[in-house]
């Protein structure tokens, strides 16, 4: 099993539909993240948590809010998917304090397509 | 915030190419991370690099970090068309990281 499962891999919806990306993880880490990635644009941070109780927003929030259920569950909803929320998403997780880095592990994806 | 610039944003080399991909910073780094991704995939970590002046390589990839730590370079010897996808590089900033827009690199064998 991926160190870092995200459900579902691909989705399609319509506009205005409640939407909720799950994002699991076996390595025990305590960080937590979601990312959103659009061509040419790279990788541009929704939210991130670094532990249960600490939720933090990312550069591009709006439109979306995170829940982290446990330490190895962060999901991300979309209330009221809009056609520009099209892209594919990615969780990440990283612990600064076993290797001194923050170095992040990701997830394969979640593509969304909001018709 | 931290901003980071890569360039070129595509690149396309013939089989046995050398190749350098860089990654200029708005700010000093704390700690830059190269990674790759395949198209539609997930992203692979590469390297991390934190000193000044520093340089990591593994396999045909040699990344390095200047001395003032604002920019970066993945070098790429000899390519190959696994070497094909998506670069970017990440820097790190109170515990989160901010990405480049990214480097497709498509190697015709």
């Known amino acids: 099993d991926a160190d870092v499962t995200q459900t579902p891999r691909n989705r399609i919806t319509k506009t205005g539909k409640r939407i909720m990306l799950e994002c699991s993880q076996t390595?025990?880490?305590?960080?937590m993240y979601w990312y959103r990635q659009d061509p040419g644009l790279g990788l541009r941070l929704i939210y991130y948590s670094f532990d249960v109780k600490d939720i933090n927003k990312g550069e591009i929030s709006d439109g979306y809010s995170v829940s982290r259920q446990a330490q190895a569950k962060f999901s991300l909803s979309l209330e009221s998917a809009i056609p520009n929320q099209t892209a594919l998403y990615f969780c990440a997780t990283s612990d600064l304090k076993l290797s001194g880095a923050n170095v992040l592990t990701f997830g394969a994806g979640s593509r969304l397509t909001v018709l | 915030s931290q901003e980071l610039e890569q360039s070129p944003q595509s690149l396309i080399v013939q089989e046995g190419k050398n190749l350098t991909i860089n990654c200029t910073s708005s700010k000093t780094l704390y700690g830059l991370y190269w990674y790759k991704q395949k198209y539609g995939e997930g992203l692979i970590f590469l390297m991390m690099?934190?000193?000044?002046?520093e340089e990591k390589s593994h396999e045909k990839i040699t990344a390095k970090l200047d001395e003032k730590k604002q920019q970066s370079s993945l070098h790429i010897t000899a390519s190959q068309p696994s070497h094909a996808g998506i670069y970017l590089c990440g820097g790190s900033s109170y515990g989160k990281l901010t990405f480049g827009q990214g480097t497709i690199l498509t190697v015709h064998p």
């Open positions: 690099l934190q000193k000044g002046g």
């Open positions: 390595k025990g880490h305590d960080r």
